[in-house]
């Protein structure tokens, strides 16, 4: 006979007995506990009962508390209900917060098959807890270990897997699982194949039969390490959930601790954008040597350009003194006529130089300029409309590093009757302003001088001067020296080779500028 040491909450004695008096009919040795308040069934529950049987209304302490009380304590004793008030619902909800089973006392034949199924059912969790809390304290070593390589693995942003000899998997990183196989948790991979995940996403995408093309190429590798028993290394590509996509794969074959093949390890890495780029590379080759060429004609270009640039440059102001000087000389020569041709002549010939001097600077800019062919009519000369040149007395500074160019510019001004200073570069301006005592009015200055540039030396001068205008000189042109930033557009700008007409018109109109 089976003891069976039994709590009931009951509040009616005579219930009580009915229940202990089926057991005993049953079969069972019973010796039991009536309580019905808490106080007394917290203390009968610390003598650990086989067996709990609950009334389900009492009048201080009801079955609800009562399970409440058994969840706190996490007891693994079964408790069954035996009410005759309650309907199949409440049972069902009783059963939801940890009852074993329900007794109507209507019916308490059933109270002996149920108390000993509970008695047996329990006995088996009892064991198989005992089992595994053994097995865990046995293992707790490689579950320690599995825990780090599942959280060193599932931080990973390669795909990560082991497989058995069916291609089943063992193990899937996060990453697998996510980028690969599209499966809700690292669980749901174990046990399946690659071909079930690939069609699954297949059936997803019925309308477009290339939507998933993965799972068969897995399978034929895994195959392929099992019979070489060697590590390989893979290509695998196609689409992967709607996407084209290149997987460097390695694979190896797993062994267990007798050296018995027992699966598959593996792990890959997306390189699609690897691979696109390597394609782009290889069709672009051509174009890059193409291109490499033209770079290096460029390059030969620049540099005839930059030197071509340099001479105009240079030239421009030993034309501007050559074609200066010539006019200057023929307001002198009045009745010598051969002087005055010949004079001319220089002055044509300078003229010319300076057209010349002019393509030099066009083809510096990587101008494309048309030679005039033998034979082809002179350009027009456009007619200039007179513009009235007449002097002042205001004082003008000139700061020219080429003294020839800086000379006749000096006489072309006091020739019309300005007052003039002269400096060679922008430090000597610095110098001639200090020493001078009275306004100065305007500035003409060469963009591109030694240590102080033009545009600098105007900086400086402007607080002293406010009033001050500024003539900017250069053999470049306007549009090249503001294209480089040395200059700013819509500044007074002067362009060499000039001649003293262009200078006096160009000095008129810049004074008179605020007046007008």
């Known amino acids: 006979m089976m003891t069976l040491h039994l709590l009931i909450l009951e509040d009616n004695p005579d219930d009580a007995e009915l229940a202990v008096k089926e057991l005993e009919r049953k079969g069972f040795n019973v010796k039991w506990t009536r309580v019905d308040t808490e106080k007394a069934f917290r203390k009968a529950l610390a003598k650990k009962p086989d067996l709990i049987l609950v009334d389900y209304s009492l009048p201080s302490f009801d079955c609800p508390a009562a399970l409440e009380v058994h969840r706190q304590l996490d007891l693994d004793i079964p408790l069954i209900i035996i009410s005759g008030t309650i309907g199949e619902e409440v049972a069902v909800e009783c059963m939801k917060s940890g009852a074993t089973d329900c007794v109507f006392k209507d019916n308490l034949s059933r109270l002996g098959p149920v108390v000993k199924r509970a008695l047996e059912e329990m006995k088996i969790y009892r064991k198989s807890k005992q089992a595994e809390e053994a097995l865990w304290k046995s ?16 931080n990973l942003p390669d795909l990560i897997w082991t497989k058995d000899l069916e291609n089943r998997f063992i193990f899937a990183n996060k990453a697998c ?60 590509f196609g689409n992967l959930k709607g996407k084209f996509i290149y997987l460097d794969v390695y694979k190896a074959p797993f062994w267990d601790k007798k050296s018995n093949l027992i699966g598959t390890v593996g792990c890959a890495r997306d390189i699609t954008r690897e691979k696109q780029i390597e394609e782009d590379r290889k069709q672009s080759e051509e174009e890059k040597k193409k291109l490499e060429a033209q770079l290096r004609q460029s390059q030969k270009m620049e540099a005839i350009g930059t030197l071509a640039g340099s001479v105009a440059h240079d030239f421009n102001n030993i034309l501007t003194t050559i074609i200066g000087n010539a006019e200057l000389a023929l307001m002198d020569v009045i009745k010598d006529e051969s002087l005055r041709k010949g004079i001319e002549e220089i002055k044509k010939a300078g003229e010319k130089a300076a057209s010349l001097t002019r393509q030099l600077l066009d083809f510096s800019r990587k101008q494309i300029v048309q030679p005039k062919m033998k034979g082809d009519a002179e350009p027009e000369e456009k007619e200039q409309t007179p513009v009235d040149v007449p002097g002042g007395f205001e004082t003008v500074l000139i700061v020219e590093d080429d003294d020839n160019l800086r000379k006749f510019a000096q006489e072309v001004l006091l020739l019309h009757g300005y007052r003039v200073l002269d400096a060679e570069n922008g430090e000597d301006a610095l110098r001639v302003c200090k020493e001078h005592d009275g306004q100065i009015d305007l500035m003409i200055a060469d963009v591109v001088m030694p240590k102080i540039s033009g545009r600098e030396t105007a900086e400086r001068l402007q607080p002293l ?12 042109t306007d549009n090249t020296i503001v294209h480089h930033g040395v200059l700013a557009p819509g500044l007074n700008f002067l362009e060499k080779p000039f001649t003293l007409e262009d200078l006096a018109r160009k000095v008129r109109e810049a004074l008179d500028a605020e007046k007008k």
């Open 139 to 154: 293992e707790s070593r490689y579950k320690r270990l599995y825990f780090m390589v599942r959280l060193m693995c599932d």
């Open 177 to 236: 699982c996510e980028k690969l196989l599209n499966a809700k948790d690292t669980d749901e991979p174990v046990g399946k194949t690659d071909i079930y995940f690939a069609a699954r996403e297949r059936e997803s995408h019925p309308e477009n039969p290339e939507y998933h093309t993965f799972g068969e190429t897995c399978t034929e590798s895994d195959l392929a390490v099992m019979e070489t028993e060697k590590p390989l290394r893979f290509d695998e």
């Open 465 to 476: 001067y406010p009033q001050m205008k500024v003539i900017y000189v250069s053999g470049y």
